[in-house]
């Protein structure tokens, strides 16, 4: 209302319509594509980890088999000595024999150490890769489980052992059969390099890339790696929530922090017959790199969004809250006086709807303060009327002291003369009629100044002044009803208002005042200020209201008088008028005790006024 | 668009400045091998020669000196990680670096166990040491008449000498007469073979050496023992390729391609002292079949049985023995 008011656009900018529907529009615009994007990520990182997890578990799977292939070609190998030679491994000379069991280091590369020993534990022939064999040497085997495994004629896979130089191997046994009479006769022992094993798995699963595939023996040591230098160091891969659960024979998370400290997607498989767990682990920040892509596309499709959504809101709102903005200036101008049409030049129909009915408003608006114009001014000439007895007395005695005067004159003139007159008398004759005649002169400039319709100009107005000029006009009615009239005026007091409007409304107050009263009566008139208002209270002691007319006093043409004293538009144009000048009017009134009248109109600062004088004189 | 051109531009304006630099400092061509397995094995894991990697070569041509020299200049061009031929060359080169230190990986080097490794430092340990006893019982295996083996080894090379207890116990488990004689330089090299044929021994087995894997040698080793009948065990699979009638080892291409996996861990911001020294992956028995004809010995095919390759028509482009020596 402020900015209505003063025209000003003081309206903080993120309160602005145009703003809030800019932001309103993007936010609107922007939430659902938002939502569904976080809906769908959330569901393309689920898809994906499952997809990730399946993958894992396939390539694990995979490599298991390899694993698994890649030990039983090595069983296959030592099966298929003992089948070609028999127990006659047992019985040739140790040199011969080691010779063919270098030959079976020649098929294998994973082959470290092959062995031929009897059923009561004794290595009689050795062929190894790294190792001094001495010919005919022969060491006793000292594996309890192997020999009785090979005993019972079944093949064997020994633990891990860790090689010297670091290199995990395994031992794989086979039994020699006594082909005739199908009974092992003694043993074929290997040990099998892993590191050959796995150096063949990782070379097959290059795709596996951005994954890590390790092996765990049955006591959770690590025995085989993409990264040898790992196993070579011996590295503790325990702490691992997947070797931990390999080890307790439960199925693993998915998805846990690794041996690295890494967040992974993992998958455990065991190897068959071997008690080995196969583990392939990705890391998540690299499982996750299609989703954090999609995310950042998002955020740029959204960016991109953003800024196409801000370009066309602005546009819109502005299509939109131009016309409104138009319609509150043109609001403005009306409150001021200027009633206005408007033009939104727009083709919506609610808009043009509402250009529609607001010309039709400021048409009404001009009529009716024409009509009211109108009205004012036909009050105040009924005032004229009720004023004529009163001034006709004011004007009355003047000329009858003038009429005094001059027959007193012409009496002396035609019975003595003009040497009847002393010096300096027709001067104090003269004197006296002239003074009277201007005293005439003012009484009727008055009632036409007050008469007349004149364009309202606000200024500072004395009140005290303009309360004592009315009380004057009133003078001689309040005198002939034997009314005592007491002013109670602070000095001082101004207000910024058109005086001729001030006049009327006290004149009509007073009017009314004195008609309330019968016979003798009193009437005081207060002015004071009250905080940041004057109040003007037209007091009498007249029969008062009755409290059923007493809500109606303000409504046009309401009278009590009879039909032909009283236009019932008094009051009301007083209200309008206050209304006008920013105050408001407050009337009490008991029946046989008299009403009270109070105007208040605000007491702005002298600044205030001038700014605003300033502005008015502006705007034209 | 523009951002993309400007990355693009960047990229391709720093990428030269984004290659790693490996550092290689051979002692000799005949380790030109391992370089070739290292390009290899680099290769495999994306480096590619001018692309992401360049590497500063020195080859100090078997100057003895001149390693320590070709060092400083490498360790002065300041590459991201260096690597070393062998023992010696990574030797010469943490002495060189230890104001600077740059990780250093050596494509083989014999004998790494004994404290001599540097915490900037890891590599493939070729296991000459250990093998030398394995390389004296194939050598029995092949040649089973064999009682009386002349080990020639270079006093200056650690490794070589660590190896003579195992040798010497092995000698004994197998029934053979062992006799060390030690050279330094071709000059005593010459004597000693001048020596060696009025001992007639059956055979001669090398350790490993600088020396000894040196063309000039084995072309000397070569010429003398075809002349005088001597079955010659080398070292490296390259000495028999050269025209030696056996030996026994990780080929040093194999050494150069292991390498290259720890290398590129270095590249990637491993610690070097975090990674292990690994032992060869792959261990080779040649056998010149060449040689062997020449030297007037029969092998029949069941001794040939666990050699793991044969060398026939000389595959290696080994020695033309007789030739006159340079």
Known sequence: MEGLFTGSPRIKRWKQLRFRLVVAGVFISILPLLLLGAYHLNLVGRWQEKAIGEQNRVAAEAVANDIHNLTVQQEGFLQAFSLRYGKELLEMPSREAEGILYSLLRLSPYLEEVSVFDLKGKELARASRRHLVVPGEQRPLSDRELMEKVRRGERYYGPVEIEEDGRPLFSLAVPLWDLSREWPVGGLKAKVSLKGVMDTITMLHTRQQGGTIYLVDSRGRLIGHQDFSLVLRQLDVRNSPAVREFLQGKEPPTRYVSYDGQEVLGVVIPLRDLGWGIIIEYPVSWAMAPVRTAAWHLLALLAVVVALLLLLNSYLSWHFSKPIEELGRAALEVARGNFVEVNLMSGVGELASLQETFNYMSRELKEKARMEALVRQADKLAAVGRLAAGVAHEINNPLAIVSAYTEDFLDRLEEGGTSSFKEGEWKAYLTAVSRQVARCTSIIRKLLDFARPAPGVREWVKVDEVVQEIASLMDYTIKKKGIELALELEGGLRVYADRLQLEQVLLNLLTNAVEAIEKEGKICIKAAKKGQEIKISVIDTGRGIPPENLEKIFEPFFTTKPVGQGTGLGLSICYGIVQDLGGRMVVESSPGQGTTVKVYLPARQRGDMDEEAESSSCSG | ?326
């Open chain 2, 1 to 326: 668009m523009l951002l993309v051109a400007l990355k693009v531009w960047i990229y391709k304006e720093r990428s030269p400045y984004l290659s790693k630099r490996v550092g290689v400092l051979l002692a000799n061509a005949t380790r030109i091998s391992k370089l070739e397995g290292l390009k290899a094995g680099l290769a495999e894991l994306g480096y590619m020669e001018g692309r992401n990697i360049i590497y500063l070569i020195k080859n100090a041509e078997g100057d003895w000196e001149r390693v320590y020299s070709s060092a400083l200049e490498l360790v002065a061009e300041g590459p991201d990680v260096l690597v070393a031929g062998g023992r010696l060359e990574a030797q010469a080169l943490a002495e060189v670096a230890q104001k600077k230190p740059v990780p250093i990986v050596f494509m083989g080097a014999a004998s790494v166990k004994d404290g001599w490794r540097l915490p900037c430092m890891t590599g493939v340990d070729n296991f000459h040491t250990e093998l030398a006893a394995k390389r004296l019982e194939f050598l029995v295996r092949l040649l089973p008449f064999i009682r009386y083996v002349v080990v020639l080894v270079d006093p200056r090379v650690v490794p070589g000498i660590q190896s003579l207890p195992s040798l010497k116990q092995a000698a004994s488990q197998l029934g053979l007469s062992l006799e060390i004689v030690s050279v330094s330089s071709i000059e005593e090299l010459k004597q000693t073979l001048s020596v060696l044929e009025l001992k007639r021994p059956d055979a001669l087995l090398l350790t490993s050496s600088f020396l000894l894997e040196e063309g000039e040698a084995i072309r000397l080793i070569g010429r003398t023992a075809k002349s005088l009948g001597w079955p010659v065990m080398g070292v490296n699979v390259a000495d028999a390729e050269a025209g030696l009638l056996a030996a026994y080892g990780c080929p040093f291409a194999d050494q150069g391609r292991q390498a290259a996996r720890l290398v590129n861990k270095i590249l990637e911001g491993q610690d070097p002292a975090a990674i292990p020294i690994e032992t060869p992956d792959r261990l080779e028995l040649v056998v010149n079949l060449d040689t062997a004809r020449s030297l007037g010995l029969k092998l029949h095919p069941d001794d040939l049985k666990f050699v793991d390759r044969i060398i026939v028509g000389n595959e290696g482009g080994g020695v033309v023995y007789g030739e006159p020596q340079n």
